[in-house]
């Protein structure tokens, strides 16, 4: 298909989930632009913008059909900006639904030429989220299957770094 497709999201940090979404959408649309979003609900990021975007960039740079951008402001502005209609959200469990559903009708609203398609994560990545992954590597616990050696490796030299932010405050 002749189609690009925007893949929006915090990706603080990409899981498997989001990048299996993405090698499937490969199969569909010509080129995936990965959107990394500034703004998460008020809640201030782990990973900075440049971190999270770099994360991605490494795990696709093999991949020349896989774009990866930081945006700001509106989705719907950001798509238009792009010369794109397409957007792509990933659905987990039916705990999804309602939110994916308001913020797609919200769009769609705001910009009746924009559609968003749905896929549906592999059952066995339907319990990952980002949160979770932060949790659990915060905390010592293994994500190996979860997440790249990249993200564990980036998260480690992070959390090192805050320890000696604080040793060095008190
Ligand atoms: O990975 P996430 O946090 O579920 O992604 C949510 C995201 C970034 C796609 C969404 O919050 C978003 O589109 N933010 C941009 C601001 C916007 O357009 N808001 C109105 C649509 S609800």
């Given at each position: 298909m002749d189609k690009v497709v925007i893949y929006p999201g915090s990706f603080d940090p990409i899981t498997y989930?989001?990048?299996?979404i993405i090698e499937r959408a490969l199969k569909i649309f010509r080129k995936v632009i990965?959107?990394?979003s500034y703004s998460q609900s008020?809640?201030?990021?782990?990973?900075s913008m440049e971190e999270r975007v770099g994360i991605i960039k490494e795990i696709f740079?093999?991949?020349?059909?896989?774009?990866?951008?930081?945006?700001?402001?509106?989705?719907?502005?950001?798509v238009k900006s792009r010369n794109v209609d397409t957007v792509l959200r990933g659905l987990r469990t039916?705990?999804?639904f309602e939110f994916e559903l308001q913020m797609s009708l919200a769009n769609k609203k705001m910009s009746g030429n924009i559609e968003t398609v749905f896929m549906m994560t592999e059952?066995?990545?339907?319990?990952?989220?980002s949160?979770?992954?932060?949790?659990?590597?915060s905390l010592g616990g293994r994500a190996d299957e979860l997440v790249p050696d990249v993200v564990i490796?980036?998260?480690s030299d992070r959390l090192k770094e805050r320890k000696t932010d604080i040793v060095s405050w008190e």
């Open positions: 989930g989001h990048i299996n990965v959107a990394v008020g809640k201030k990021p782990f990973f740079r093999r991949e020349r059909r896989v774009v990866v951008e930081p945006f700001k402001g509106l989705l719907v502005d950001y039916v705990a999804d059952d066995r990545y339907s319990f990952l989220s949160s979770i992954i932060k949790d659990i590597l490796r980036r998260f």
